[in-house]
């Protein structure tokens, strides 16, 4: 029994905000991207402080992660605007490597940030572009390429200039009138080299090259490095640590592909059965292998629910605890008759929930060598949790379901490194075992096909 479908759902990290994409920008706001193309200095000579000279007086960039290897624009986080030849840009984000730009992501368009297009105004915003990056490189692109992955086209077009290569990507779903809808459009500008597969993982992995990525430092965090990805406001929680496994090993595919390629939903809205299927979804349309190890859906069965809700209120009743009454939180939506599960999480008590939660000894164990034997294989771990179960130091959330990545572990002082999709900030904490595992409903894994 599905207890949460038809009424409000868990929600991830923040709240859908819905920009409107405009084919014309206000000019009093705008800084144009396009113009350091045509600075004196290379584009890949620019520094982090360089970039920002170009823009003086504006409030454009944020750190995506503490290493300072990327600087993220966001179209909504503030009054000042991006824009690429004349036209809005959703997101920007800047590579850098020794402090030099090596490359450049652009979305100009995308359905979790700007909601629907029509398909006039789609058409036209391809035709704009595809005539700014002739004027930019002076030549016509190359041969208009197509990947077809199940029923979904990505269609790339590149041009291959002396300096640079802009490679512009779109993907819509082919049909017309009321039925249209516009994916995203996005545009990589890359040093001038031979495109690659933006699909495929490297090639070179191997179990051995895998666990050689395992870093440690003196205070016993055996962790991975994992490229941080920003979700923004979309919700695309399993879309975006999807994309920074797949970035992990050696895939360009982003969020906003996989979000397409998968049919997933903007907006944040997410249960624990749609963001499990999402993560097998989004691994059968690239070249890696999904495997769940382990579920928790004492949220979701009926049975378990009530044997859940049955094992707390003998703790909580042995504590002197509130017990919970389930049916004070019953709702009707669309005729059926639901639990509030967000109302139910939150009248609970974390420690009580926890002494439950322990009582499945077995399964917190597995959980342990799970976590321990794939992050010393180089592997992370895809992690589903309840937020508001267990209260996190400066993150008030709201009961909700949200996808994080396992990237460690520390024997010494019993805890877990994870990272969550939200930048800088976000990609390095700690959590003690048993706290975790009373969050945990979810754990999974993307391993590459290519090991031997």
């Given at each position: 029994?599905?207890?949460?479908?038809?009424?409000?759902?868990?929600?991830?990290?923040?709240?859908?905000?819905?920009?409107?994409?405009?084919?014309?920008?206000?000019?009093?706001?705008?800084?144009?991207?396009?113009?350091?193309?045509?600075?004196?200095?290379?584009?890949?000579?620019?520094?982090?402080?360089?970039?920002?000279?170009?823009?003086?007086?504006?409030?454009?960039?944020?750190?995506?992660?503490?290493?300072?290897?990327?600087?993220?624009?966001?179209?909504?986080?503030?009054?000042?605007?991006?824009?690429?030849?004349?036209?809005?840009?959703?997101?920007?984000?800047?590579?850098?490597?020794?402090?030099?730009?090596?490359?450049?992501?652009?979305?100009?368009?995308?359905?979790?940030?700007?909601?629907?297009?029509?398909?006039?105004?789609?058409?036209e915003l391809l035709k704009k572009l595809n005539g700014a990056l002739d004027k930019l490189s002076g030549k016509k692109p190359g041969k208009e390429t197509i990947a077809v992955v199940g029923d979904k086209r990505i269609y790339c077009r590149r041009w291959h200039c002396k300096d640079y290569e802009f490679e512009l990507k779109w993907s819509d779903n082919g049909l017309a009138g009321l039925n249209f809808l516009a994916e995203f459009i996005t545009l990589n500008i890359l040093p001038a080299t031979p495109g690659s597969d933006s699909l495929k993982i490297d090639k070179g992995l191997s179990k051995k090259v895998l666990a050689g990525?395992?870093?440690?430092?003196?205070?016993?965090?055996?962790?991975?490095?994992?490229?941080?990805?920003?979700?923004?406001?979309?919700?695309?929680?399993?879309?975006?640590?999807?994309?920074?496994?797949?970035?992990?090993?050696?895939?360009?595919?982003?969020?906003?592909?996989?979000?397409?390629?998968?049919?997933?939903?903007?907006?944040?809205?997410?249960?624990?059965?749609?963001?499990?299927?999402?993560?097998?979804?989004?691994?059968?349309?690239?070249?890696?292998?999904?495997?769940?190890?382990?579920?928790?859906?004492?949220?979701?069965?009926?049975?378990?629910?009530?044997?859940?809700?049955?094992?707390?209120?003998?703790?909580?009743?042995?504590?002197?605890?509130?017990?919970?009454?389930?049916?004070?939180?019953?709702?009707?939506?669309?005729?059926?008759?639901?639990?509030?599960?967000?109302?139910?999480?939150?009248?609970?008590?974390?420690?009580?929930?926890?002494?439950?939660?322990?009582?499945?000894?077995?399964?917190?164990?597995?959980?342990?060598?799970?976590?321990?034997?794939?992050?010393?294989?180089?592997?992370?771990?895809?992690?589903?949790?309840?937020?508001?179960?267990?209260?996190?130091?400066?993150?008030?959330?709201?009961?909700?379901?949200?996808?994080?990545?396992?990237?460690?572990?520390?024997?010494?002082?019993?805890?877990?490194?994870?990272?969550?999709?939200?930048?800088?900030?976000?990609?390095?904490?700690?959590?003690?075992?048993?706290?975790?595992?009373?969050?945990?409903?979810?754990?999974?894994?993307?391993?590459?096909?290519?090991?031997?």
């Open positions: 029994m599905r207890l949460l479908k038809g009424v409000n759902k868990f929600i991830g990290y923040g709240i859908s905000c819905i920009c409107l994409l405009m084919l014309c920008a206000d000019s009093s706001a705008q800084s144009e991207i396009s113009s350091i193309l045509k600075t004196e200095k290379s584009v890949w000579e620019t520094s982090a402080k360089d970039l920002a000279a170009q823009f003086p007086g504006k409030k454009l960039f944020q750190w995506v992660d503490s290493s300072q290897t990327g600087l993220r624009y966001y179209a909504d986080a503030g009054p000042d605007k991006i824009t690429f030849a004349g036209l809005p840009v959703c997101e920007a984000i800047f590579t850098f490597n020794k402090d030099k730009i090596v490359k450049i992501y652009l979305s100009l368009f995308n359905r979790g940030d700007a909601a629907r297009m029509e398909k006039p105004d789609y058409n990525r395992v870093k440690t430092n003196d205070a016993g965090d055996r962790y991975l490095e994992i490229p941080m990805v920003d979700q923004g406001n979309k919700g695309y929680c399993v879309a975006a640590v999807a994309e920074r496994v797949l970035k992990y090993y050696g895939s360009r595919m982003d969020q906003h592909m996989l979000a397409e390629l998968t049919n997933m939903p903007e907006g944040g809205g997410a249960d624990l059965i749609d963001i499990e299927k999402a993560a097998a979804d989004c691994a059968s349309k690239v070249d890696v292998k999904y495997s769940k190890l382990y579920y928790n859906d004492d949220m979701f069965n009926f049975v378990n629910f009530n044997r859940m809700i049955t094992m707390y209120n003998m703790e909580a009743g042995k504590a002197g605890m509130p017990l919970i009454t389930i049916d004070k939180y019953l709702k009707t939506s669309e005729g059926r008759t639901l639990y509030d599960l967000s109302g139910i999480t939150s009248a609970m008590n974390s420690d009580i929930y926890k002494k439950v939660r322990l009582k499945d000894n077995i399964n917190f164990k597995k959980f342990q060598r799970d976590v321990s034997g794939n992050i010393n294989a180089g592997i992370p771990l895809l992690w589903a949790v309840k937020l508001g179960i267990i209260k996190e130091k400066e993150l008030p959330q709201p009961p909700g379901m949200h996808m994080r990545l396992i990237i460690g572990c520390n024997d010494k002082d019993k805890t877990i490194i994870y990272s969550d999709t939200w930048g800088a900030g976000h990609e390095y904490k700690k959590m003690n075992w048993e706290d975790a595992w009373t969050m945990t409903t979810f754990v999974g894994l993307f391993t590459p096909r290519l090991e031997k």
